[in-house]
């Protein structure tokens, strides 16, 4: 593992708020629109929205570019996605991470190295899933050993039992996330409800913190993070159980859609919402 690559130490604050940028439909996906421009702009605008209402990380995501390449994007995805991921770590002073739908881990290192940005996100780490692009298999011998050939510090952000898939076989959630931390090297732990937007079991979110911490044999434990259906009224809940941190992408967009850009009046309340719940502790 790189030196430097804990993902504990990418964030200023004890409990991050990482906020969602969900690209639109990038050039050759079914639904560009043909403006390439617009979709940088608003890339950069949802960024510096969840930056002034004061999140402490960003991760950036071809939310549009559905239905999704399984495995491996083109080429023209990474390029696409490099140069807006080095606009926003130009742009704003927080961690940026990386995430390429569906599961193409070597795309988002490659991108993450290249724009100076922090972490990725790997919906499939280690196991196997089945998903609407049919099955996927985690690739986690891969992706560590081309972060040490990148020499890239840049940390991992893995999922167990990854939302819009079913893990195949007999892999409990907490034997899901021990082995993803402790056999596929993961910096730190996802755990999300089934789908976009949708709210994450408190249940699961404590097997998960239990399981991360029985894996640990330091005090600098995986952190785990909740990847879906986190708002103002359920942040505080999320940290109860355990979670360390939150991933927050529909609740900071207008009305509450995935595809709508961020609002800043939404980013300030679940920000206060979080900041509230920790200094109650």
């Known amino acids: 593992m790189t030196a430097g690559s804990a993902l504990g130490d990418r964030f200023d604050v004890e409990r991050p708020i990482v906020g969602m940028v969900h690209l639109p439909p990038l050039p050759g996906a079914p639904d560009f ?31 549009g570019d559905a239905p999704f390449y399984p495995d491996d994007v083109p080429t023209h995805v990474v ?19 990386v995430n390429v739908l569906r599961n193409d881990a070597a795309a988002a290192l490659s991108i993450a190295a290249a724009a100076d940005a922090e972490f990725v996100r790997v919906n499939v780490h280690v196991g ?10 985690g690739r986690a011998h891969e992706t560590l050993r081309l972060r040490d050939r990148l020499e890239a510090d840049v940390s991992i952000l893995a999922d167990v039992h990854v939302k819009h898939a079913a893990p195949i076989g007999a892999r409990d959630i907490e034997r899901a996330a021990r082995e993803t931390v402790g056999r596929g090297g993961a910096d730190g732990l996802i755990v999300s409800g089934p789908g976009t937007g949708v709210e994450t079991a408190l249940a699961d979110i404590e097997r998960v913190a239990d399981a991360a911490a029985d894996e640990s044999t330091n005090a600098d434990r995986a952190p785990v993070f909740v990847g879906s259906g986190v708002t103002s009224d359920t942040v505080s809940d999320c940290f109860a159980a355990g979670a360390d941190g939150v991933i927050v992408g529909t609740a900071l967009k207008t009305d ?26």
């Open 33 to 63: 629109d043909g403006d390439r421009e617009a979709v940088r702009t608003r890339a950069l605008e949802d960024a510096r929205r969840l930056e002034a209402g004061g999140v402490d990380g960003i991760v950036l995501e071809n939310f």
């Open 128 to 137: 196997t899933a089945a998903t609407d692009q049919g099955i996927l298999e």
């Open 79 to 97: 390029a696409e996605m490099t140069a807006i991921a080095t606009a926003l770590t130009d742009a704003v002073d927080l961690p940026v991470g």
């Open 256 to 281: 509450g859609v995935t595809t709508n850009p961020v609002s800043k009046e939404r980013v300030d309340e679940l920000v206060t919402a979080a900041r509230a719940a920790g200094s109650s502790d």
